[in-house]
């Protein structure tokens, strides 16, 4: 069985990005929302290969669910202070995502404002088919609309993948 990696980008991404970010109070606001949407493509692609090759050197069994992980920028654009935000499968799947967060570059490139002070979250889904994949898209969703709504810092997190 082989496990599918597959980050889509649903409206509620877009929503997400143009709240205002925690830092130091200052919000954080996209520039141009089609840039915005070209940024999360590419990103979103980096991603993806990041993945597949982070994968492609893990031995044993990756079981299906969703990891997400919290970071800040370093001062080259690269992921810093990762942090487990949540994380539905096991540690096989955790390191996969780490590994690819971690190699993703420029993310300082981001056109919204205050980039350099804004909170990421990556969503990671493992699906073993599009079926499981559709079913674990749908919990995130629920998720991302419950964190959109809660008052705090986890309302205004940038959000790549889903």
Do not use: C
């Amino acid at each position: 069985m082989q496990t599918l990696f597959k980050i889509s980008l649903p409206a509620a991404l877009a929503f997400a990005a143009v709240s205002p970010a925690l830092a130091d109070d200052a919000p954080i606001y996209v520039v141009s929302q089609s840039a915005f949407e070209q940024w999360q493509d590419d990103v979103s692609s980096d991603l993806d290969r990041n993945l597949r090759n982070a994968s492609y050197r893990q031995d044993g069994r990756i079981e299906s669910g969703i990891v997400q992980i919290r970071f800040r920028l370093d001062e080259n654009g690269r992921p810093t202070d990762l942090s487990t935000y949540s994380n539905s499968t096991g540690t096989a799947a955790r390191s996969i995502a780490y590994r690819a967060v971690r190699m993703l570059r420029d993310l300082n490139q981001a056109p919204v404002s205050g980039v350099r002070d804004a909170e990421f979250l990556a969503n990671v889904i493992f699906a073993r088919d599009e079926l499981d994949h559709a079913r674990l898209a749908a919990k995130l969703e629920q998720s991302e609309q419950a964190r959109l709504a809660s008052n705090g810092a986890e309302q205004r997190l940038v959000v790549l993948g889903g």
